[in-house]
Every structure is written in structure tokens, then in C-alpha cells.
């Protein structure tokens, strides 16, 4: 009868051993796709969502001071007032 217990205690033990090199393997097999793919998407010059929202919000800043500067200028034009001509020097 104490064999019996040995050889489930045996098997008990190589399944957990077995289930546990088939994680390790799982968790190695994601990584490197992981890692393949970011070595994809690096290559091909994408940006991240933070780099994005980085550049986006700069140019939503640059079109607001773009438009305050326009306004500006606009109300500098118009105080302008015209400026005469200078007849042109006969030869």
C-alpha cells in the first residue's frame, strides 16, 4: 500500500513541475512577443499615445497664440494710417 502513495506522491510531483516549466515557458513566449513588437512599431516610426497627446497639445497652444497674434495685428493695421507717397525723382 506505500507504494501506491509513492508513485501518486511521484506523479503529483512531476505534474507540478510540468505545469510549472509550462508557465515559465507561457511567460517567456509573451515577452518575446512583446519585445518583437515593439521592435516592429519602433521601426516603423510610430508614436506613443503620450508622445501624441505631447505634440497635440503643443499645437492646440501654437493655433491659440497664432489667432491672439492675428487679432493683434489686425487692430495694428487698422490705427495705421496711410502713408503718402513720395513723388518719384525725374531724371
Do not use: C, H, I, Y
Not at 27 to 50: G, H, I, P, Q, Y
Request: net charge positive.
Amino acid at each position: 500500500m506505500q507504494d501506491k502513495n509513492r508513485f501518486f506522491d511521484d506523479v503529483s510531483s512531476m505534474m507540478t513541475n510540468a505545469m510549472g516549466v509550462a508557465q515559465g515557458a507561457k511567460d517567456e513566449a509573451e515577452n518575446a512577443m512583446k519585445s518583437w513588437v515593439d521592435r516592429w512599431l519602433a521601426d516603423r516610426d510610430f508614436v506613443t499615445r503620450e508622445e501624441f497627446d505631447a505634440v497635440k497639445a503643443m499645437a492646440v497652444k501654437a493655433r491659440e497664440e497664432n489667432a491672439k497674434l492675428s487679432a493683434r495685428l489686425d487692430v495694428l493695421e487698422a490705427k495705421k494710417k496711410p502713408v503718402a507717397k513720395k513723388p518719384a525723382a525725374k531724371k
